[in-house]
T-cell receptor, first 115, second 114 residues
Framework: EAGVAQSPRYKIIEKRQSVAFWCNPI?????LYWYQQILGQGPKLLIQ????????DSQLPKDRFSAERLKGVDSTLKIQPAKLEDSAVYLC?????????????FGQGTRLTVV | QQQVKQSPQSLIVQKGGISIINCAYE??????FPWYQQFPGKGPALLIA?????SEKKEGRFTISFNKSAKQFSLHIMDSQPGDSATYFC?????????????FGKGTHLIIQP
């Protein structure tokens, strides 16, 4: 079974530029998460999708961050314009069912550096 | 507001010893408590998980102890090995859906000394 795929693995941009990350969850997984993990901290939930609908985006900085999950499969997370404090690893995770007490599978993440 | 509090931030244990990491939560809607292990450059991976209808779950050298009344749970790693050196995150989730999705603690950096 293929895992959660994320791209790119690394990205370096200047502040005020825009960037997009892509995630392809495990086939058939209904729930998809985007997390931000700042160095030395735990993952912070940005947005949670169930199929193609947003369940929770309360911690997403909507003035600069946006995410979509068209057709309930893969997802993109965009930052525009980026700030220095956005430097982090962006993790995508998915779970099989809409019931959340199942294992979440994580991708390797995209490491973003904003200079 | 930090919904899941984890301690210690870092931990050094001798090989063969017991590693203990503690977590506490406030939201009584949480009903599933997984622990994740993360190696450098990798995403977190599920290690072991517990539901609040049991007080303990053991898988090999890893044990979760759960105290529902105190809203606390802990991970015990018995006979700790150098390969266990990693960052460990406790987490909590409301499996009923909606908000209260998978919420992580800040992590414990565990080093097992040979």
């Amino acid at each position: 079974e293929a895992g959660v795929a994320q791209s790119p693995r690394y990205k370096i941009i200047e502040k005020r530029q825009s960037v997009a990350f892509w995630c392809n969850p495990i086939s058939g997984h209904a729930t998809l998460y985007w997390y931000q993990q700042i160095l030395g901290q735990g993952p912070k939930l940005l947005i949670q999708f169930q199929n193609n609908g947003v369940v929770d985006d309360s911690q997403l900085p909507k003035d600069r961050f946006s995410a979509e999950r068209l057709k309930g499969v893969d997802s993109t997370l965009k930052i525009q314009p980026a700030k220095l404090e956005d430097s982090a690893v962006y993790l995508c995770a998915s779970t099989l069912t809409e019931s959340l007490n199942t294992e979440a599978f994580f991708g390797q993440g995209t490491r973003l550096t904003v200079v | 507001q930090q919904q899941v509090k984890q301690s210690p931030q870092s931990l050094i244990v001798q090989k063969g010893g017991i590693s203990i990491i503690n977590c506490a939560y406030e939201n009584t809607a949480f009903d599933y408590f997984p622990w994740y292990q993360q190696f450098p450059g990798k995403g977190p991976a599920l290690l072991i998980a517990i539901r609040p209808d049991v007080s303990e779950k053991k898988e090999g050298r890893f044990t979760i102890s759960f105290n529902k009344s105190a809203k606390q749970f802990s991970l015990h790693i018995m006979d700790s090995q150098p390969g266990d050196s990693a960052t460990y995150f406790c987490a909590a989730v409301n499996s009923g859906g909606g908000a209260d999705g998978l919420t992580f603690g800040k992590g414990t950096h565990l080093i097992i000394q040979p």
